[in-house]
T-cell receptor, first 115, second 113 residues
């Protein structure tokens, strides 16, 4: 069974600084997708970024980028120029072809951006 | 396009009752998945529907069931509610089952008293 581990329950960062959230996963699959979702206090789950396992190039979306290390089964999220609106719970999620539209989530990391 | 909508947003029930939650996917999306979010267990997959058929089911008791209609709207039902069923229930839709991104609705907060 696939598992996703987020080892940092809580993190904080000063506004305008950079922060990296960690995620590791375990799978025997070769083809899969990885996601970072953000859940602010409103509880709306928002897609931040996604990475296809077959792509070597790390995904980027504006201030958000990932460091995908397939061999190490590591998928970290870097947030640059942190903003107060980035304060949220961040979930790493994994999906394979084996189980269709089933996401396996990590436990989440609470990120607090301080002014 | 309108996003995923879920109704109702909040619900209070008592033990033993049953409840039905509704999810309308993004227009053109045919796959709907349901997740339960609790402080203790985190986010757990309930089931997935595509073309009105359940394609995948998580490790939940038979009290949890669902269905999908021809317009891709989905409902989930929980019978004989227990206190432990109190949770945020999230619905997500995607275009199909082939490695597409899932987009989430705002959730239904169910409280069982």
């Amino acid at each position: 069974a696939q598992t996703v581990t987020q080892s940092q329950p809580e993190m904080s960062v000063q506004e305008a600084e950079t922060v990296t959230l960690s995620c590791t996963y375990d799978t025997s699959e070769n083809n899969y997708y990885l996601f970072w979702y953000k859940q602010p206090p409103s509880r709306q789950m928002i897609l931040v970024i996604r990475q296809e396992a077959y792509k070597q190039q790390n995904a980027t979306e504006n201030r958000f980028s990932v460091n995908f290390q397939k061999a190490a089964k590591s998928f970290s999220l870097k947030i640059s120029d942190s903003q107060l609106g980035d304060t949220a719970m961040y979930f790493c999620a994994f999906r394979t072809t084996e189980y269709g539209n089933k996401l396996v989530f990590g436990a989440g990391t609470i990120l607090r951006v301080k002014s | 396009k309108a996003g995923v909508t879920q109704t109702p947003r909040y619900l209070i029930k008592t033990r033993g009752q049953q409840v039905t939650l509704s999810c309308s996917p993004i227009s053109g999306h045919r796959s709907v998945s349901w997740y339960q979010q609790t402080p203790g267990q985190g986010l757990q997959f309930l089931f997935e529907y595509f073309s009105e058929t359940q394609r995948n089911k998580g490790n939940f008791p038979g009290r949890f069931s669902g269905r999908q209609f021809s317009n891709s709207r989905s409902e989930m039902n929980v019978s004989t509610l227990e206190l432990g069923d109190s949770a945020l229930y999230l619905c997500a839709s995607s275009v199909d089952r082939n490695m597409n991104t899932q987009y989430f609705g705002p959730g239904t907060r169910l409280t069982v008293l």
